[in-house]
């Protein structure tokens, strides 16, 4: 099972940045396509970005390409997601996902297919007008 830590969540202006930190732990970190995903009040949880193994390719939702980075470190077990620009859209609850066998979540694009189903505990975002 692995362990998912999310931090760096805040209240900001819209315009302004934000660095979101995911630290994993309990297995081979390297091996697993990581994810963010975000949830806003009232609304189904929605892909943001995801990243595969040796960060060979990045993907992104349309409505944060341009904006966020996705970014992952192999050696200190952690994935980042650098939010810039940030609009009052942007506010939810945001989580990191790790690639599972078992999971019930699918990132689908074109021949890539990710499945996630391990989970942090979230990291609210909220962006002011």
């Known amino acids: 099972q692995v362990q998912l830590v999310e931090s760096g969540g805040g209240l900001v202006q819209a315009g302004e940045s934000l660095r979101l930190s995911c630290a994993a732990s309990g297995r081979t970190f390297e091996n697993y396509a990581m994810a963010w995903y975000r949830q806003a009040p009232g609304k189904a949880r929605e892909f943001v970005a995801a990243v595969t193994q040796n960060s060979d390719s990045t993907f992104y939702s349309d409505s944060v390409k341009g904006r966020f980075t996705i970014s992952r470190d192999d050696v200190k077990n952690t994935v980042s997601l650098q939010m810039n620009s940030l609009k009052p859209e942007d506010t939810a609850v945001y989580y990191c996902?790790?690639?599972?066998?078992?999971?019930?979540?699918?990132?689908?694009?074109?021949?890539?297919?990710?499945?996630?189903?391990?989970w942090g505990q979230g990291t609210r975002v909220t962006v002011s007008s």
């Open positions: 996902a790790a690639e599972n066998p078992s999971g019930s979540t699918w990132y689908i694009k074109g021949k890539v297919r990710l499945r996630f189903g391990s």
